[in-house]
């Protein structure tokens, strides 16, 4: 059994111009913690999520290389937080997002999704091996729900 039998098909897609609040509202519909980031020209370039969001609204000495350790001490309300995201809601997702990402191919074995995702990775984006296009991600709800639900492809070993 191969990943994509995990795949949500057709996610939310991003596009480098796409605003961080366009991309936060499809975050929070999709339920995925991470979308794909298309070029103009339709190929994956990136991942933006929940991580890149959390980022924008903590302190910024919290987010710089070598810098706050622990944040404790600061006592941010939820307005505070919202003022902080909202100075960035308008900047475009091409400019936030993750260029490094694990991406899988319709080959990829359904234990190595799993574990990547176990290892940490948001969403994995399906590509194409042969044209490069994406086919879709796998994420934690769709591990979830293939095997949660009863009526899910069965398998014997």
């Known amino acids: ?20 609040e366009e991309a936060a509202r ?20 990136g991942m933006f999520g929940i991580h890149q969001l959390l980022e ?15 944040a404790s001490f600061v006592n941010d309300s939820v307005p505070d937080l919202r003022r902080r995201l ?5 900047i475009p997702v091409g400019k936030m997002m993750n260029r490094e990402f694990t991406s899988l191919n319709q080959d990829t074995p359904l234990t190595q999704a799993v574990q990547l995702l176990h ?14 296009s994406l086919l879709g991600l796998v994420t934690y709800w769709g591990v979830l729900k293939a095997v949660t639900d009863p009526d899910s492809e069965k398998t014997t070993d």
């Open 56 to 70: 924008m609204m903590a302190p910024k000495a919290a987010t710089i290389e070598d810098g706050l350790e622990d």
């Open 86 to 90: 909202d100075n960035d809601l308008k």
């Open 119 to 132: 290892r940490g990775d948001d969403s994995l984006p399906v590509i194409d091996k042969e044209d490069g």
């Open 26 to 45: 499809a975050l929070l519909s999709s339920r995925v913690r991470s979308l794909p980031v298309l070029d103009d020209d339709g190929h994956l370039v």
């Open 1 to 20: 059994m191969s990943s994509t039998s995990l795949m949500l098909i057709d996610p939310p897609l991003l596009r480098e111009d796409n605003s961080v």
